[in-house]
């Protein structure tokens, strides 16, 4: 079992940064393949990023691409996700999740591959 607890999420102005943290117990979290995800008001939740175990394989949806960054700290059990040139449709939940079986380079890209989820750090992008 693990928990992960999600932090940095805030209000902020359009072309702002922010940087989100996706902190883990267990000591088995560096071995899993970890995303993140989001869900504006009355949308569904969707794919945002992801890393691989090994930190190898990155993947990003379209919308983030060029702007947001995904990087691991091993030696602080945590995942962050790094958000650049930010705009009002970014504001959402953010949620981090983490894949158990996925394997060393594998970077899960769908949701319903992730087992474990955090409660979700609410971000706000004002225009």
């Known amino acids: 079992q693990v928990q992960l607890f999600e932090s940095g999420g805030g209000l902020v102005q359009a072309g702002g940064s922010l940087r989100l943290s996706c902190a883990a117990s267990?000591?088995?979290?560096?071995?899993?393949?970890v995303g993140w995800l989001r869900q504006a008001p009355g949308k569904e939740r969707e794919f945002v990023g992801s890393?691989?175990?090994?930190?190898?394989?990155?993947y990003y949806s379209d919308s983030v691409k060029g702007r947001f960054t995904i990087s691991r700290d091993y030696t602080k059990n945590t995942v962050y996700l790094q958000m650049t040139s930010l705009k009002p449709e970014d504001t959402a939940v953010y949620y981090c999740a983490a894949n158990v079986s996925g394997g060393y380079h594998h970077a899960p890209v769908t949701l319903h591959e992730y087992d474990f989820w955090g409660q979700g750090t609410q971000v706000t992008v004002s225009s």
């Open positions: 890393i691989s175990w090994s930190s190898v394989r990155t």
């Open positions: 267990g000591h088995s979290f560096n071995t899993y393949g």
